[in-house]
């Protein structure tokens, strides 16, 4: 027991003893100090429960009002970043097709300007001899070329 809690039943003890009969002075004694001790048990485990139940309740609301800022502040984030990442997959998008564009009027430019290799000189084997030219057998006649009704 605490030493106030102690002088003061002391004193209501005595108290009630002094107004008591005195054949029954040790029984009441024990009796009023038991019943004492109970209710300051009572009373102090009243108090720690109440004061615990004000605590729970105050750490509730907390959690909840946290809880609220959290998810505001995450969907906050979350625009923000699905913003970011847009903007980045445009200048992406443009970006490609700039490369593409380029890679495109390089490509087309090499065609048009392609040097010729020496496999590609004709050599003296590729000029046509005598023989190979034609004669005037080879040479088409009227009778040779077809009409619309033929």
Not at 79 to 86: I, M, R
Request: aromatic letters at 2%; glycine letters at 2%.
């Amino acid at each position: 027991m605490s030493k106030p809690f102690g002088k003061a039943l002391d004193k209501v003890t005595e108290k009630v003893v002094e107004h008591t009969p005195e054949h029954i002075k040790e029984k009441v004694k024990d009796t009023v100090q038991d019943h004492a001790h109970e209710t300051f048990k009572e009373n102090v485990q009243e108090g720690v429960q109440s004061k615990v139940n004000q605590a729970s309740e105050q750490l509730q609301n907390t959690k909840e009002e946290n809880a609220s800022k959290v998810h505001s502040t995450a969907e906050k984030a979350k625009e923000k970043v699905q913003d970011a990442l847009l903007s980045v997959k445009e200048k992406v998008s443009t970006a490609k097709e700039a490369g593409d564009a380029f890679q495109e009027e390089v490509s087309s430019s090499r065609e048009s300007k392609t040097i010729k290799g020496v496999h590609d000189i004709k050599s003296s084997t590729n000029i046509k001899s005598s023989t190979n030219i034609k004669s005037y057998q080879n040479i088409k006649t009227s009778k040779d070329i077809k009409t619309i009704s033929s």
